[in-house]
């Protein structure tokens, strides 16, 4: 009796050459999509937000805000000292439009509230909306004879808020598409043509 070999012929009508390249295709390209989609949403969450600026107080600069809503001025404290909270609170702050000279309503705390959030030590100054991106110049001086000393502060859009939303949503997609293309490359291998030899 002569050995046999029977080979068992895949259903699909295609070619196995054709289906593997094609598979491997749709892998590769699974796996290119997911690093676009993170350079995507990087540049995005890191720059499509607007970006904070640096202001120094007392004084008066000039600054070039890209993005229309709200902006809050907060002040981080870096020294081993207390927060100068009584002279803080006597700052008053002004903002205007350089394009039509419009001053833009800003609204102080008062309050002298403060904050201390994972070694992020530091006190809300004031906030102010704006309905266009454009130039400005923001002012500060101390008011009622107050001698407080010179702050910087951290001008601080509210759609930077939206940042850390958008960074999870892309890893999200970027893990989605990556363990796409990575399980179609795996199973190229268990959908090759199998042999079965049969001995007598």
């Known amino acids: 009796m002569w050995n046999t070999e029977i080979k068992i012929k895949n259903k699909n009508s295609t070619p196995f050459f054709l289906q593997r390249g094609f598979l491997m295709t749709c892998g590769i390209t699974a796996i290119v999509v997911s690093f676009v989609v993170l350079g995507v949403g990087l540049y995005e969450g890191l720059t499509g937000g607007g970006r904070m600026k640096t202001l120094q107080l007392p004084g008066f600069q000039e600054v070039q805000l890209e993005t229309p809503g709200l902006y809050a001025g907060v002040y981080r404290h870096r020294s081993t000292k207390e927060i100068p909270i009584k002279a803080l609170t006597q700052l008053d702050v002004r903002v205007l ?104």
Do not use: W
């Not at 130039?135 to 859009?157: D, K, M, R």
């Not at 268990?190 to 007598?200: F, I, N, R, S």
């Open 97 to 200: 439009s350089k394009e039509d000279y419009e001053e833009i309503p800003v609204l102080m705390n008062s309050g002298g509230q403060t904050f201390n959030r994972m070694g992020f030590q530091g006190m809300p100054l004031f906030n102010f909306a704006i309905a266009r991106a454009g130039a400005y110049t923001i002012s500060g001086v101390y008011s009622g004879g107050v001698e407080g000393p010179s702050v910087e502060i951290l001008l601080i859009p509210q759609s930077a808020g939206n940042i850390k939303q958008t960074l999870v949503v892309t890893l999200g997609f970027f893990l989605f598409f990556l363990g796409l293309g990575i399980v179609i490359l795996l199973r190229l291998d268990h959908l090759a043509p199998k042999k079965l030899v049969t001995k007598p």
